[in-house]
């Protein structure tokens, strides 16, 4: 299926595809209120943070002349709801993990994660210097919106199960919480995997609705409560190691703007960005450390698992093959993540380790 498949068949495209088809925008004069909606639970460790920072910083630099009323999720709409609210208008803008949204279009994973995918610097450098922004406008324009990265979680715990991991088979009908193309890889190893918002995980948890989940790292996780459930911590997992949160508007409305908003809402998804990234790598290795002394078991799976989780992530990745775009996305991403991994590696991935042997 090629882009010009999903705008001729789907109600939503068609909307894109007029709004775009519009002439030159008439912008809105004097004071002005966009509503946001977010994926997330209001006060959500880091997660939350992103959005109200990016919504803070844009009624600040406009000087109030553009105002963001923040709604968490489910106090307008739903978690997994506000994609359609804002295409359809009910909302101006939202603040989530765009993986959430692989049944639009599975390019989207993209621009939060893909098992095996780029760290946070990687990203980056694909999409600020490379085509990555690009490529999220194009992907956005076919639902009518136009999006920007506006937080990132750092690379992502592989998380808490209710016992250990000693093989790819320990993954048989395992209850599992993980989102994106991530889940689909280990449904692959033959997990159940549940897609549940995060302000709902805890509880699924502690009932035993679930086995086990992935959430982000030490320090959301322990902020959410996970170790007064299970002991067993993997801290590092295939499914997310550099997420990106995304902020959308719906184009008709972004369009409408001034360029001087739209140039603030850009500097505002930028900086929340880096501020966020630096928010949870910041407290991780402390959260961390509270956790080991809590009891929590630190553990890493065995190579069997990786290897294991390789051929599911390919066998993920490659059953979208033959759509245009996400080739075309997916083979630049690739592209740019080798390109970036083979300075990292030879530059601050070399220093690291003599830092790590010298230093002690």
Do not use: C
Request: no cysteine; charged share 20%; hydrophobic share 40%.
């Amino acid at each position: 299926m090629d882009r010009r498949s999903f705008l001729k068949n789907s109600a939503l495209g068609g909307t894109a595809a007029a709004a775009t088809a519009l002439a030159a925008p008439a912008y809105a004069q004097g004071n002005r209120t966009l509503t946001l909606v977010t994926t997330w639970g209001r006060g959500l460790a880091g997660v939350h943070d992103a959005a109200q920072r990016a919504a803070d910083s844009i009624t600040a630099m406009s000087g109030g002349s553009l105002t963001i009323d923040l709604k968490a999720a489910g106090e307008l709409v739903g978690a997994f709801e506000v994609f359609d609210a804002v295409t359809s208008g009910q909302a101006d803008m939202y603040h989530g993990a765009d993986y959430y949204f692989i049944n639009q279009h599975p390019a989207y994973a993209f621009f939060t994660s893909v098992p095996f995918g780029m760290s946070p610097q990687e990203l980056s450098n694909w999409y600020y210097n490379g085509e990555g922004h690009k490529l999220h406008s194009e992907l956005g324009e076919i639902f009518g919106l136009k999006s920007f990265l506006a937080g990132n979680t750092g690379p992502q715990a592989g998380g808490w199960f209710s016992k250990e991991i000693a093989g790819p088979e320990d993954f048989q009908g395992l209850k599992f919480r993980m989102p994106g193309l991530g889940g689909q890889a280990l449904g692959k190893m033959g997990a159940s995997i549940q897609n549940l918002p995060g302000a709902e995980v805890y509880q699924a948890l502690a009932s035993g609705a679930i086995d086990g989940t992935e959430w982000i790292g030490p320090w959301a996780d322990e902020k959410a409560g996970f170790q007064e459930i299970t002991k067993f911590y993997y801290t590092a997992g295939m499914h997310e190691p550099g997420a990106g949160l995304s902020l959308a508007t719906n184009l008709d409305v972004f369009n409408s703007l001034s360029p001087e908003h739209q140039k603030i809402i850009e500097i505002a998804a930028a900086e929340s960005h880096q501020w966020n990234l630096a928010q949870f790598m910041n407290n991780n290795g402390a959260a961390l450390q509270r956790l080991q002394a809590g009891g929590v078991k630190v553990l890493e799976f065995p190579d069997t698992v990786w290897d294991a989780m390789g051929v599911a992530a390919i066998e993920t990745m490659d059953q979208y093959a033959g759509d245009e775009l996400y080739d075309r996305i997916r083979a630049d991403y690739n592209a740019s993540m080798e390109a970036s991994s083979g300075w990292i590696q030879k530059s601050e991935g070399a220093y690291r380790a003599q830092r790590d042997r010298v230093m002690g």
